[in-house]
């Protein structure tokens, strides 16, 4: 009767675990897993060569939409900025050669400017030295912009650097993506065999010569 019960246990859970796995949008922690699958001794076990990807707080005046991760949205908001930096210099550079007006030329280099004031503060709110790494990157070309002076000028050098240098950073970011999800993925499949080693478990309990 006691091994039906834990049978029972061990299927509920890890059940749940494989809904939670298919659906989650977000990284998933240790402690998370074993707040999900309770104390039994005979399931914590497994839980011990996991090991999540490293974690990121969000600042606490960062609103994230439910059943979004903070990095997933920290990320997100980041590449749109810089997409459309991308966009809206390019759009400058193409005025500035066609010898369109001043205003009509900062118009757009001011739009990208302020996008990338937009990236710097998304991200901010996560702590990990990688996206300290690239929040630095894009104060620093932020901070060229206003230094080279080509938020006032109509420059086609000046404009094209900045694009060339907008255009690296949105690179990096697109890497760093890349890698968090491959990082996540991993992650996933640990736990994913984790639940099947469970499943095999079970398949044990209670059989003659089993304890």
Known sequence: MKSERLKRFIYTFTDLLGVFIENMPVKISEDRLRELLGPNPAIKEFLSPVQPPTPSSLKSHIATPPGVSEEHYCYDCASKHLGTAKVLLREALQ???????????????????????????????????????????????????????????????????????????????????ERRRESLKEFLTKVEEKVKELKEKVETVGKPGEH
């Open 95 to 177: 005025r500035a050669v066609k010898g369109e007006p001043k205003e009509a030329i900062l118009e757009k280099v001011r739009g990208a400017y302020e996008e990338l004031m937009g990236a710097e503060d998304d991200t901010q709110a996560l702590s990990d030295e990688r996206t300290k790494q690239i929040n630095s990157m894009i104060r620093d070309i932020r901070k060229w912009f206003y230094d080279s002076g080509v938020i006032v000028s109509t420059d086609k050098n000046l404009i094209s650097e900045a694009l060339s240098k907008v255009d690296r950073l949105n690179n990096e970011v697109y890497a760093e993506i």
